[in-house]
């Protein structure tokens, strides 16, 4: 319920009085139980939402491993669709009731992600290239969905989910240029993509089509 | 001097005592003069850090467009490497010293950056996907440069630099594909480069050879 009020507005517009009036309680009850004060609910709330993001990181058992990418990215942007203003003003800081407390409950989440991706590329022990490139991928997938609310939903999110597919198709390319274990890695995802998976083929074309 | 303090040590780590002793004034001098504590001066030595980054991003006027970037990228890094305490805790978020003024501040570089970028790109008025592109993009330079300030800069500085370089090809490549904009852009990026550039050849050589 407060996750409810911290989604919809920025933190630093709810009070202790919108939760009591939002609960139907009364105002020395929800000051009692909080007597950290609204710092102590928005953590309980950023707590229970960081654990509700990580539960949708699960990767489906069916579909190829671009496809299942494609399901997790379309299980994100429906939790930042739900949570539109406490996303955005939590990846932004600045915010009264930012602390290192909560930054690190972000962090978690951040690894959390990094953990099931490595794990669904089937990697047991990453290098620093191949977790740089991860981690890269996960602060564009959170960029592009700050741009997305930012720019009021105005890019349909189907193409922005399969644009950040190709995106993490061709950052891996790039860094299997330096990096052993990234090619392999790719390599391995792209041969369970099946022969009919058309993502390499159109990076190619275009790549060749730029140079003309 | 402020920034000298900022740079080298978390912010939440600085006071004012320690300005009075690095400048060597006396104390009610100090407290004096920056009469709204701790939080105008770290304000005043973060605009002067913004102003400073800002700088860099000059194109130099000689080289390949990709090799222009490198330029920038190196200014960029060996900014990150003389800020390091205090660039790592401005973006991490979650210090005691983040307002909203100073998320502002970090907001108006990150826009001088799209900008900057986008001028050198040869954009007059870019649409979405291709803004989208270059602020991912800006977010992976950002990232890595933090991951690398995290590993203690074992990465080569040099690799890294390539490295994102050569991510700004395989990201506008995979926005080609939806983009018509950024297929142009792509394109007269590589006829620039010229034909002995090995960028595009060695990207296409990975996605070859990861298909098998």
Same mark, same amino acid.
């Given at each position: ?12 517009? /709810? !009070? ?28 309980? =709330? ?46 932004? !800081? ?5 602390? *290192? ?7 978690? /989440? ?15 022990? =990453? ?16 960029? *592009? ?19 950040? /597919? ?5 950052? *891996? ?9 990234? =090619?392999?890695?790719?390599? =391995? ?24």
């Amino acid at each position: 319920m407060a996750l409810e009020l911290f989604s919809h507005r920025p933190p630093d517009e /709810v !009070g202790l009085d919108d939760v009591a009036e939002a609960a139907g309680a009364s105002r020395p009850l929800v000051y009692r139980y909080f007597a950290g004060g609204k710092q102590q609910l928005y953590e309980a =709330a950023l707590r229970s939402a960081a654990e509700e993001l990580t539960d949708r990181f699960t990767v489906p058992p069916a579909g190829t491993p671009t496809q299942q990418l494609s399901a997790v990215l379309e299980r994100y942007f429906s939790f930042v669709a739900e949570h539109d203003a406490g996303y955005s003003a939590l990846l932004r !800081g600045g915010s009264v009731v930012e602390t *290192a407390r909560t930054s690190a409950i972000v962090d978690d /989440v951040r690894r959390a992600a990094l953990r099931r991706t490595l794990r669904h590329l089937g990697v047991r022990q =990453a290098g620093p290239r191949l977790t740089l490139l991860v981690r890269s991928w996960i602060a564009v997938v959170e960029g *592009a969905s700050l741009s997305w609310l930012d720019e009021g939903r105005t890019l349909p999110v189907d193409e922005l989910r399969e644009w950040l /597919v190709d995106q993490f198709v061709a950052m *891996a390319a790039a860094t299997a240029l330096h990096d052993p274990q990234t =090619a392999e890695v790719l390599a =391995a995802l792209l041969a369970l993509e099946g022969p009919d998976s058309p993502r390499p083929a159109r990076l190619r074309a275009v790549l060749g089509a730029a140079e003309g």
